[in-house]
């Protein structure tokens, strides 16, 4: 786009990009038109802010709470494929049916909102985030030069869905109102980002470490996420704030889960031995009334192996990116990032390396078993970054 960026694939200057050095490294740009209160595009101080008090959100006890709502959409989800059987429906559309699937469980998990996007396609809430959607994709961030890029006209034609978002900030406003006033209680994120207060020291949770061994944790990366949240005094995010987090949640969450699943599914109708795996795994995890329990899901080893083959071979983001802050020499390869250069850290070319990955294009769960998950080295494996 008119400035020069840097392409890093190898994994020790990953992690000083993202661990060692990040505070240089902290931003992604920031395209116009954009407002910069989500997560994905505040910046400094404002983004460690945000960051920090959002962060306990996110623990798996957090999470756990949210398992009901998404088991409503799943059964949802079942009675469709079973309506379909019975009416001789033989095919279906993947992306189609697991994009209303995902459209409901997010409408459950963060706005309250009970769907059925299959029986009601037309309902309003669907019909602007599918308007959206569609708006966003058709809107990259053209070549063109700066003197253009800046102007208001061209902020204006690229600051698309502003009627689409105005009707997602009613809703939560609406939502958050309703709440406060009738002192109600809900297991969803808007609650949890309404209830959240900034706690000092560690947040996780001794359950976390379960859910998150494919995350890179060393002493380095303890350190690092300590810094990276230190002296943030606020405890409570504003409720413009509140709404941002929710609806970064829903464009983030919905192309990425419908995309997962589809590929996963795609590749279980490919090969019948790996659906053979998941039946046996999974036909003794449920109790007697026919339902598992979320403690069972999260340590099923080869569930987890067919999602994390699934993000390896199916990359949600093409790449990372990050703004240099400052001047850094990176290792000891001779090179200046200057400040303000983007570095892009290619996540599909490195899931896809054989030096990393052997026979990379074969879809394979076995590499995220047990036995085999500590042969993948630290940084190689990023579906959703560090």
Known sequence: MGKPRLTVADPALIKQILVKDFNAFRNRSLSPGQDGLNMFRARDNNWKRVRAIVTPTFTAG?????????????EDFLNTLDNNVSNGVNEVELKQLMGAYTMDVIASCAFATKLNSYADPNNLFITNAFNFINASNRTGRLPLPSFIVNTNIYRRVVSTGIT???????????????????????????????????????????SDANE????????????????????????????????AQCFSFFIAGYGSVSTTLSYCIYELALNPSLQ??????????FNEKGEMDYEVLSRLPFIDALLSETLRHYSPALRLEREAKEDVMLGNTGVKIEKGVIVDIPIYAIHHDPDHFPDPFTFSPDRFMPDNRDHIQPYTYLPFGS
């Open 212 to 243: 998150a061994h494919h995350v890179n944790e060393g002493k380095n990366e303890m350190k690092g996420n300590a810094e990276a949240f230190s002296r943030v005094l606020e405890k409570k995010l504003t409720e413009d704030e509140i709404l």
């Open 164 to 206: 689409e978002k105005k009707f997602f900030a009613d809703l939560s406003r609406s939502l958050i109102r309703k709440r406060r006033n009738h002192n109600e209680k809900h297991n969803d994120f808007l609650q949890l980002l309404m209830d959240v207060e900034r706690p000092g020291g560690d947040v996780r949770e001794a």
């Open 276 to 285: 053979d795996r998941l039946y046996e795994e999974t036909k003794e995890a």
């Open 62 to 74: 957090k999470m756990r709470k949210m398992y009901a709502l998404i088991n409503h959409c799943y």
